[in-house]
């Protein structure tokens, strides 16, 4: 081999390095969209009422959540790039503007989680019982909306600089608290229906907390 030539990996090492990236990446988002439903199952357990008032307002959570996702990718781009540059600096910078904008549209989601109850009596003909139970549910979903964006802001963050794993672990140790706080505010503490949505909002406030401890403690992500 001539001397200046470039040595081009194996597929060995560039399968290794892949799976190293891909499979933390779909154990966080396996783990959140398990949480939904870890808690439909705990509301099916809960009757016919319960199981259909949940399914509508998650539904409609979800539909609002895929816009502030779909709003949030844009990092995946510039960060990339800029962490490719080597520019510290200009990743941190992307993440604010990030979560500036994400912020900003859970406004109008908020507005519309707000509206849960005429949503489900209006638009989709439920009777007025199962209307004001899904207006409550979509509340107590407000609660988790902001912080679920700016975790989003923050995996990503991590991700586009290749640290993964503890993105993983702490989707992973979320999920498994959704179920013990499912568990806890609606059979322990007697909340019933109400309490799925208790917890999904109390986890994902927790998986923010996670995600924040890291990032602030670690030296090698925070300089």
């Given at each position: ?5 470039v040595?081009?990996p ?18 966080q ?6 949480m ?8 099916g ?12 307002a ?9 816009g502030?996702?779909g ?5 995946d781009?510039l960060?990339s ?17 990030a ?6 549209c859970c406004?109008?989601?908020?507005l519309?989680?707000?509206c ?6 209006s ?17 107590l ?8 964006a ?11 600089r290749?640290?993964?794993?503890p993105?993983?672990?702490?989707s ?13 505010f ?25 995600l ?7 030296s090698?992500?925070?300089?």
């Amino acid at each position: 081999m001539a001397a200046g030539d470039v040595v081009s990996p194996s597929w060995r090492s560039e399968a290794k390095a892949l799976t190293a990236l891909v499979v933390p990446i779909m154990i966080q988002m396996g783990s959140q969209q398990m949480m939904t439903s870890v808690d439909l199952l705990f509301l099916g357990h809960l009757g016919r009422q319960e199981m259909a008032v949940g399914t509508i307002a998650t539904t409609i959570f979800n539909l609002l959540w895929f816009g502030v996702a779909g709003f949030g990718t844009s990092f995946d781009t510039l960060g990339s790039q800029a962490a490719g540059a080597g520019d510290k600096m200009a990743v941190r910078n992307w993440a604010m503007l990030a979560t500036l904008s994400l912020s900003a549209c859970c406004l109008p989601c908020v507005l519309v989680l707000m509206c849960g109850s005429s949503i489900a009596s209006s638009l989709l003909g439920q009777d007025a019982t199962t209307s004001r139970d899904v207006g409550s549910f979509c509340t107590l979903l407000v609660l988790g909306l902001w912080p679920a964006a700016v975790t989003l802001v923050m995996q990503k963050f991590l991700q586009v600089r290749n640290v993964v794993m503890p993105v993983a672990v702490t989707s992973l140790a979320t999920f498994v608290l959704n179920i013990a706080l499912n568990w806890f505010f609606i059979h322990g503490a007697g909340i019933g229906l109400l309490g799925s949505a208790l917890a999904t909002s109390s986890s994902r406030v927790v998986n923010l907390l996670l995600l924040a401890g890291y990032v602030r403690w670690s030296s090698d992500d925070w300089e």
